[in-house]
C-alpha cells in the first residue's frame, strides 16, 4: 500500500501533522505532488489557486483535528484569501471581505484551503459545463464530464489534491458529481451546516456538502461543521446529531429498496451496483423492505419551478453595483442594470432566470409557482411515508454514468432530468448520501445514494460504512496507480 | 408552445436582461418545453396540500441589538466597481431637470 501523504485520508493526515511527523506545509502541498502535478492541466477542477496563499494557510494553522488538511472549496463559498466568482464573468475578480461560516469552522479546525473548485456558473447545471472558465474532466476519463454543479472539487477529491472539499447541493450537486467521480458526496439536512457565505441560488433548496474519500471523514467534517449559527437563521438551533457512532454497524436497520424507481431508463451497470449494495447491507445485518415510491418525474418539474423562481428573486442583486463587473458603457441606471447583466450571465443562468420570471409573474404564478410548492408538500409527505416504514432508503444518484462532454448541453430538459432522484432530498430538506460502489466493466464510478429522514446522517454515516468495508469503494489508497492507471484518456 | 417569441421578450424584460434576436425563438423552444414539462404535477393529486416554503418551524429572533460585526464602507466598497467617498457609484437615476 502507498504511503505517500497525499492518498491518506484527513483523518490520518492530520494525525501525522499533530505528532509532528509531517509538517503542515508538507501536508498541504502533498496534494499537489500526486496525480495533480501530472493531470491538473487536463482535468481542470480548479479556477483559483495560489502557492502564497495555501503556504501563509498552512503557516497559520490552528492546531485541530483537521490541522494541516488541504480542502477544495466549491468557488460559490466565500473565502478571503482567495477569489470567489461562481464560474461567472458577472463575479470576475471578485474577492470577499469575509468568510463563510463553513470556512471558518474548517480553518478553526486546522484546515487549510487550497484552492477554490470550478463548478456550473451559480450552481446551475449538471455537468460543469456551464462555467465561465471552461469545463472540468473526469479524472477516470478525461472525454467525460466529472457531473456538476461542483464538479471541480468533487474531481479534485477524486485524484488526490485534497482529501476533503465542500460543495452545494441545491438538486444534487454535490451527490451527483460524487457519484461520477467516486468519492462520498454528503448533502446534510436542511438547516443543519450554515449558508451565511455560500452564494445563494435557490434559498429553500440549498445546502453546503461534504465530498471525501473515508466514511470516517465525512463524519469528522459533519462533527466540525453542523450546528446553529447566528448569521444564518434557517440553521436550526437544537444540537446537530453525534455521529461519532459512524462504524457501528448496520445491524437491525430497515432499508428500504423502491425498485419500481430503476424498472426503466436507469444504466443496468448501476442497478447491478444497486442489488450488489443491498446485498452487502444485508449481509451485515440490515432488512431489505420492498416498497413502490413516487416517480421522481414530479420532483423534477416541481423543482424546476420553485429553484428557478427563488433564483431569479436571489439573482437580481447581481446588477453591476456594488461588486463584480459592470458594463462599461451605460447612459442611466436601467440600461447599467441590462446591459451588466446581459454581459455577465451565461446561457444557463439565463434560461433559469427567465423561467423563474415567468413562474412568478402576474397571471402564471398560481398556475406555476403555487402549484409547485403545494406539490413540494405532497413530495414531503411521501417521503415523511416511507420513512415510517424504513430507517433509510437506497436508490440511485444519477440514471447514468458520466456522460461525455457536449452530450446534454443542447437540451436543457434532458440535463434537467440527470437530477432525477437527487431532487427530491432537497425539496423534502431530508439528507442524502452518495456512496461509491466500485467500477463498471469499463472502469467508471459506480454509486449509490442513501436516503434518510431529517436527521438521520448518522444511519447514512453507518450504512456507507457498512458498504464501504464490504465494497469494492474506489478511493486512492494507493491502489489505484497500478488497478485503475487513471486518468485515462479515451 | 407555452411560451412565445414575446412572453421571451417580456420577462426578459423584467428579469432585465436582454436577448438577441437571434436566441429568442430557441429560447422559447426550450422554456416551453420545460414547462409542458411542468405540467406533469397537474396529474397529482394536491387535494389538502398547503403550500411549503420551507423556514424551519424553529426559526429563531434574536434580539433587535449590534451584534459587533461590522463592514466598514471602506471595506465595502473594496469589490464595487466603482464608488466614491464611501458611497457606490451609479450612472444618473432620474433626469436632472432644469430649474
New interface residues.
Partial sequence: MSDALWTLSATALAARVRSGAVAPEAAVESGWEGPAARWESDVRAMVAVDPVARAAGAKAAAGGPLQGVPVVVKDNLCTTDYTTTCASKILAGYRSPYDATVIRRLRAAGAVVTGKGNMDEFAMGSSTEYSAYGPTRNPFDLARVPGGSSGGPAAAVAYGLAPIGLGSDTGGSVRQPAAFCGVLGLKPTYGRLSRYGLVAFGSSLDQVGIFARHVGDVALIYAVLAGPDDCDATTRRAPAPDVSGWAQGVKGLRFGWPANLWQAGVDAELVEGLEEAAAWLEAAGAERVRFDFMPGEYAVATYYLVATAEASSNLARFDGVRYGFRHADSPDVRALYTRTRSAGFGPEVKRRILLGTYALSAGYYDAYYLTAQRARTRIRREHEEAFRRCDFMILPVSPTLPFRLGEKTEDPLAMYLSDIFTIGANLAGIPGLTVPVGLTAAGLPRAVQLLGPEDAEPTLLRAARALEVHGDVARLDGRHETEFAWPTKR | MS?SRD??NR??E??????PEADADL?AG??S???D??????R???EG????????A???L?DDAP?G?R?TPE??L?????GEDGF?L????VENLAP
Avoid: H, K, S, W
Fill in positions: 411560451i412572453d421571451v420577462i426578459a423584467l428579469a432585465r436582461l436582454e436577448i429560447l426550450q422554456l418545453q420545460v414547462l414539462f411542468a405540467a406533469t404535477l397537474n397529482l393529486d394536491l396540500c398547503e403550500p411549503t416554503a420551507f423556514a424551519p424553529d426559526a429563531p434574536r451584534d460585526r463592514l471595506r465595502a473594496e469589490g464595487a466597481p466603482e457606490f451609479v450612472p444618473p437615476v
